[in-house]
């Protein structure tokens, strides 16, 4: 197929439940110029099965069989073969409208976007559906619109009650923009890979789209997800995906991105201490692990001279309050209780 518009990456590992369903949500398109990139990243169940047999029965969907190593390898991969001139990212385990790809290539086409992003609809276990939407307006940004509008909270915003601005599910990427820029996925950040790939991408944009109000994606809530389960040695990670962000941005001379990095940092602080204490077997434990947490001498950096922003839940006022004094065992009671 000549002239491919949209390449689909799907990176697949042990779905084999989801990605049947995620797979025929594409090519149910109504827009139909695409490839599927089915990317097999060492799964021991039957998803090697399911992928081969797309693949037969649709010459637009290729697949790649590779060892594992992980979401951002295995996205790399797709996108070193991806031919379309866009490229989307879908999550194998969520699937998307079926008008997806024509509304958001229609928006890229007409604007001349580096990227389109739309709204998504959170599902839950218990299958009610929720629309999630982004602080910022709808419609095009320019590059001066981006430094006053997207830069304040690119890497995170005020209100870290929620998570950054972007992010790469529900975006469509214009290829070459990618490949000029060099914006790959690090492949030694294992969780979170999103918000460092989605900062450069918001930071290089000189055209942006986004389509609030349309929930074109949906994101199932599977139980297993880093900000839900707790992992071994997680705090570590998000200091090394800081550290990259820190290195990325810090030399940047049109933003002062300085003060997002320590709120960045103090986010996953907060989600990993929160974490700590449910999963640990005691409040002993729980106060250990959380008093070599609030420590750590990159996080104390971080709440130097630190102010806490007001437009944040009063419970969270609390916890970064207790997290700056270094009072882990309040903090363990408060989260416990």
Not at 76 to 81: E, L, P, R, V
Not at 103 to 112: D, R, V
Request: glycine share 4%.
């Amino acid at each position: 197929m000549k002239n491919i518009m949209i390449s689909a990456i799907v990176p697949a590992y042990n779905v084999e439940k989801y990605l049947e369903r995620c797979v025929n949500s594409i090519l149910i398109q109504t827009y139909e110029n695409f490839e599927i990139i089915l990317v097999d990243d060492g799964s021991k169940d039957q998803s090697v099965e399911i992928c081969d047999k797309f693949a037969q029965e649709d010459n637009r969907i290729k697949v790649i069989h590779k060892e594992n190593g992980g979401l951002s390898s295995a996205r790399n991969a797709g996108m070193k073969i991806a031919e379309g001139k866009y490229i989307v990212f879908i999550d194998s385990d969520d699937d998307i409208e079926p008008n997806m790809f024509e509304l958001m290539l229609q928006a890229a086409e007409e604007n001349k976007a580096d990227f389109v992003m739309t709204d998504y609809i959170r599902i839950l276990k218990n299958n009610k559906k929720y629309l999630e939407t982004s602080a910022i307006q709808g419609g095009l940004y320019e590059k001066k619109d981006m430094i006053q509008y997207i830069y304040p909270a690119l890497l995170m915003g005020d209100n870290i009650d929620y998570g950054p601005v972007l992010s790469v599910c529900r975006c469509l990427y214009n290829r070459s923009f990618l490949n000029e820029n060099n914006i790959l996925f690090a492949e030694d950040v294992k969780w979170s890979e999103d918000n460092l790939f989605s900062a450069i991408v918001g930071y290089c944009a000189n055209q942006f789209v986004y389509l609030k109000g349309k929930g074109l994606y949906h994101y199932y809530q599977n139980p297993g997800t880093i900000t839900t389960s707790y992992r071994e040695g997680a705090w570590e990670v998000y200091k090394r995906m800081n550290e990259y962000m820190a290195n990325y941005f810090s030399t940047k001379r049109d933003y002062d991105f300085e003060y997002q990095l320590r709120l960045h940092l103090i986010y996953y602080a907060c989600n990993v201490i929160k974490l700590e204490c449910q999963y640990a077997q005691n409040m002993r434990s729980a106060k250990l692990n959380v008093q070599r947490i609030l420590r750590d001498a990159k996080l104390r950096k971080c709440f130097k001279n630190f102010k806490i922003p007001v437009n944040i839940s009063a419970k969270l006022y609390l916890q970064l309050l207790i997290m700056k004094y270094k009072l882990a065992g309040l903090l363990v009671f408060c989260i416990r209780r």
